[in-house]
Each structure stands twice: as C-alpha cells, then as structure tokens.
Nanobody, 125 residues
Framework: QVRLVESGGGLVQAGGSLRLSCETS????????MAWFRQAPGKERDFVAA????????NYAGSVKGRFTISRDNAKNTVSLQMSSLRPEDTALYYC??????????????????WGQGTQVTVSS
C-alpha cells in the first residue's frame, strides 16, 4: 500500500514563500507520476502541478505557472512544491497524489490512485 505524507504548510503573508514536501512509502516511487492538488473550503479539488515518473515532465495550472515549481527526488522518495509570490487565493488544503500509469503528469483528480491527508496553506493579505 502506498502512503503519502505531506508537510510544510503554514501561515504566510502575501508575497511570501513556502515549500511543501510529500514523503512516500510503499510501491516504487520512481515509477509514479506525482502531483499536487488543492481544495479551498466549499470548492472542488483543483490541479496545481504534476511531474512525470519518466524524464520529469511537468504540468502546471495556469494560475500558478511561473510562481510554483514541482520537483522530485527519487532517491528520497519525495516530491516537493516550491511556492513563491503567494496570494490570498492560494489559501487551501494542499494534497499530494500518486498515479501509476504511463501517461505523463496527468492533471485530473480521477487520474490519481493514492492521496495524502493534506497540509494547510494560508496566505494572509
């Protein structure tokens, strides 16, 4: 069973930065597409960023492109999300997800098989 544990969330002022991490166990991490999604209260879970298992192909939501960077360390079984120039609208519960498929860095919630419990990011204005 694949287990994902997120960390690094917190409270930050607008314009600030945070780095989220997701540590995985079980399965073969290097074969998983990894992604970050987020969900604000009363809203659907939205795609943020993904990175493929092969070649490290990345995808980003338009709202975060240029501000967020996803990366992975296969030796440490971790995926990270570096967030900069944070805005109040980035406030949400951020989830790490893993997908075991040949599609490179998919972006739909339904594409992902395993999920973490989430880490809260709050950006104050």
């Amino acid at each position: 069973q694949v287990r994902l544990v997120e960390s690094g969330g917190g409270l930050v002022q607008a314009g600030g930065s945070l780095r989220l991490s997701c540590e995985t166990s079980g399965g073969t991490f290097s074969r998983y597409n990894m992604a970050w999604f987020r969900q604000a209260p009363g809203k659907e879970r939205d795609f943020v960023a993904a990175i493929s298992w092969r070649y490290g192909v990345t995808n980003y939501a338009g709202s975060v492109k240029g501000r967020f960077t996803i990366s992975r360390d296969n030796a440490k079984n971790t995926v990270s999300l570096q967030m900069s120039s944070l805005r109040p609208e980035d406030t949400a519960l951020y989830y790490c997800a893993a997908d075991f498929s040949i599609v490179a860095a998919p972006t739909r919630v339904s594409d992902y098989d395993y999920w973490g419990q989430g880490t809260q990011v709050t950006v104050s204005s």
